[in-house]
């Protein structure tokens, strides 16, 4: 059983276009994350759910819209999409302040 | 500002040559630091948590220790199947929500 999931595992699209990125953990966790991993794999935390109340919302353009239907799932929905938004996403779970555990990625390349 | 520091960037061993990878931090507070595996094209793979200086963990041939500025992730005798990123992160008690990553250090061994 795969713990933390995600889908797409690729995605290639235009400048402008929206598109979403599904996670869902099988953890029981009740904290999601999603990361953004750059070319030079630097790891930056984006955004952090917890029981589908928003904690965390770092510097992130407001094109970047998380959605957490329940405390299982966390989306990342993507508007206008430019060229730098090309990167590896994560999404994350843990439980309260312990360790994290990582989902597979989704490489998003903006052409 | 919290930050993390990885050295080397890369390092090449020879199949059976121990070393260490070193990750310095500065950190308000620290509330755990945590040691990652990163392999080509997927997430990171949690593998040990520290928590206080002085503390040690062991897995296989990993060994991670802890002082109040730095942790060293020691390598014995490493296999090529030990080739990988690994990955540096703390907690800081300022904002346990999120952790703060470092850029990693590619590992290479080779037989």
């Known amino acids: 059983d795969t713990a933390v999931s995600q889908t797409p595992k690729y995605l290639v699209t235009q400048m402008g276009n929206d598109k979403s990125i599904k996670c869902e953990q099988n953890l029981g966790h009740d904290t999601m994350y999603w990361y953004k991993q750059d070319s030079k794999k630097f790891l930056k935390i984006m955004f952090s759910y917890n029981n589908k109340e928003l904690i965390i919302n770092e510097t992130v353009p407001n094109r970047f819209s998380p959605k957490s239907p329940d405390k299982a799932h966390l989306n990342l929905h993507i508007n206008s999409l430019e060229l730098g938004d090309s990167a590896v996403y994560f999404c994350a779970s843990s439980q309260e302040v312990y360790e994290q555990y990582f989902g597979p990625g989704t490489r998003l390349t903006v052409t | 500002e919290d930050q993390v520091t990885q050295s080397p960037e890369a390092l090449r061993l020879q199949e059976g040559e121990s070393s260490s990878l070193n990750c310095s931090y500065t950190v308000s507070g620290l509330r755990g630091l945590f040691w990652y595996r990163q392999d080509p094209g997927k997430g990171p793979e949690f593998l040990f948590t520290?928590?206080?200086a002085g503390e040690e963990k062991e897995k296989e041939r990993l060994k991670a220790t802890l002082t109040k500025k730095e942790s060293f992730l020691h390598i014995t005798a490493p296999k090529p199947e030990d080739s990988a990123t690994y990955l540096c992160a703390v907690r800081s008690s300022y904002n346990t929500d999120k952790l703060i990553f470092g850029t990693g250090t590619r590992l290479q061994v080779f037989p």
């Open positions: 520290l928590y206080s």
